[in-house]
Every structure is written in C-alpha cells, then in structure tokens.
C-alpha cells in the first residue's frame, strides 16, 4: 500500500511540530521539507480541523500540535488522510467488477490491509520523534 502525498505530508507535518517546543510556521516547514507552502497550507487547515493542530494568526503566531504526540495513534491518521478501497470491489455501491463471485483477490487484499492497519496502531507520534534536536539544523537551515 502506497500512502498519498497528502498523508505523507500530514505525517512530516505532525512530526516537524512534535519536535520542537515552541509554534512554527508553515514557512518554516515549507523550506525545512522542500515542499510548496499551498500544498502545506492545506494539510495544516485539516490537520487543525480534525484537532491535531492548534493554529495562532498573527506576529507570535505558528502552528502547534493540538493533542498530545502520544494521544495522536498513527492508524487513526492514517484512516483520516486514506480512502480504504484499495480496489473497486472494496465499495458495494460501485462495483461492477465482472469477476466478483469468482475471484478472491477482495479477501486477501483486506486481510492484508487489516494487518498493515493494526501495525499502524501500535504506534503514536511520540514513538515516531526521534533525535528532536536535530530539528534545530533542519530550521536553521530553512532560516
């Protein structure tokens, strides 16, 4: 399974925040990642929509995580950010796949993303921050 740009970025996101004290800008992330600040802005307004992120306007503004790194568990973003239809027969209302009664890819294919999807729950944005100091290069560099 392929995760989106969207996710991917989600994730960076999350981990760019949970890595350092103080609130950051999208400018900051933009350039620390080498990623446009409007694909950026996007994923931050959801992130910050689904409570992620808490968000200031202004002079001292910035983003700033808006739960807790180890209250924020990985499949539960993951499932936010993803469709989980990884093929057509995923979705009863739009199949029309010929091959449906004869064919058991649809149950392999979900028993492989349940468990590809149960891994992602063991795991919380606090177990994914590793070396937050070096975050300090990665700023100073985007500076």
Same mark, same amino acid.
């Given at each position: #399974?392929?995760? %989106?740009?969207?996710?991917?970025?989600?994730?960076?996101?999350?981990? +760019?925040?949970?890595? %350092?004290?103080?609130?950051?800008? *999208? &400018?900051? /992330?933009?350039?620390?990642?080498?990623?446009?600040? !409007?694909?950026?802005?996007?994923?931050?307004?959801?992130?910050?929509?689904?409570?992620?992120?808490?968000?200031?306007?202004?002079?001292?503004?910035? /983003?700033?995580?808006? *739960?807790?790194?180890?209250? /924020? &568990?990985?499949?539960?973003?993951?499932? =936010?950010?993803?469709?989980?239809?990884?093929? !057509?027969?995923? &979705?009863?209302?739009?199949?029309?796949?010929? *091959?449906?009664? #004869?064919?058991?890819?649809?149950?392999? @294919? =979900?028993?492989?993303?349940?468990?590809?999807?149960?891994?992602?729950?063991?795991?919380?944005?606090?177990? @994914?921050?590793?070396?937050?100091?070096?975050?300090? +290069?990665?700023?100073?560099?985007?500076?």
């Amino acid at each position: #399974m392929r995760l %989106t740009s969207y996710t991917d970025y989600a994730l960076r996101v999350l981990l +760019f925040v949970a890595a %350092t004290d103080e609130a950051v800008t *999208i &400018n900051v /992330i933009s350039a620390a990642y080498g990623i446009s600040k !409007e694909h950026l802005r996007k994923v931050v307004h959801k992130l910050a929509q689904l409570g992620y992120l808490h968000t200031t306007q202004g002079r001292n503004g910035g /983003i700033r995580l808006g *739960i807790p790194a180890e209250n /924020i &568990n990985i499949r539960d973003l993951v499932l =936010q950010f993803e469709s989980t239809e990884l093929v !057509e027969c995923f &979705n009863a209302d739009t199949n029309s796949c010929p *091959i449906l009664g #004869m064919c058991g890819l649809k149950g392999v @294919l =979900q028993k492989a993303q349940k468990s590809f999807l149960e891994v992602l729950g063991q795991y919380h944005l606090s177990d @994914l921050v590793k070396n937050p100091r070096l975050l300090i +290069f990665v700023k100073n560099a985007a500076a």
